[in-house]
């Protein structure tokens, strides 16, 4: 079982930045994929970031790419989203999940991830 709980929500004007924390319990950091999905209202959760095991692998939502960047620390079983350049668009409720099967992998698909958090809300003003 493996527990995560997202902070770093809020409110932003366009063209702000956040950077949102998943903090991971109840299994080996570095035995999982780690990847953020978003969500907005009326709308199905869609990828947007994943980075493997080491950090030295990573894929993007198009959408974000060269804007948002994502990382982890093993050390404090912490995976970041730094968002900067934020449009209205990214406005949604941004989710953590973790990926128990292949720690290499950086996937773009949600039912290859086995464990999600409860998610923090975005809202970027414009």
């Known amino acids: 079982q493996v527990q995560l709980v997202e902070s770093g929500g809020g409110l932003v004007q366009a063209g702000g930045s956040l950077r949102l924390s998943c903090v991971a319990s109840g299994r080996t950091f570095i035995s999982l994929a780690m990847g953020w999905f978003s969500q907005a209202p009326g709308r199905e959760r869609q990828f947007v970031a994943a980075i493997d095991w080491s950090g030295s692998s990573t894929n993007y939502a198009d959408s974000v790419k060269g804007r948002f960047a994502i990382s982890r620390d093993n050390a404090k079983n912490t995976v970041y989203l730094q968002m900067n350049s934020l449009k209205s668009e990214d406005t949604a409720v941004y989710y953590c999940?973790?990926?128990?099967?292949?720690?290499?992998?950086?996937?773009?698909?949600?039912?290859?991830?086995?464990?999600w958090g409860q998610g923090t809300q975005v809202t970027v003003s414009s």
């Open positions: 999940a973790a990926d128990v099967h292949y720690l290499s992998r950086v996937s773009k698909t949600m039912e290859e991830y086995d464990y």
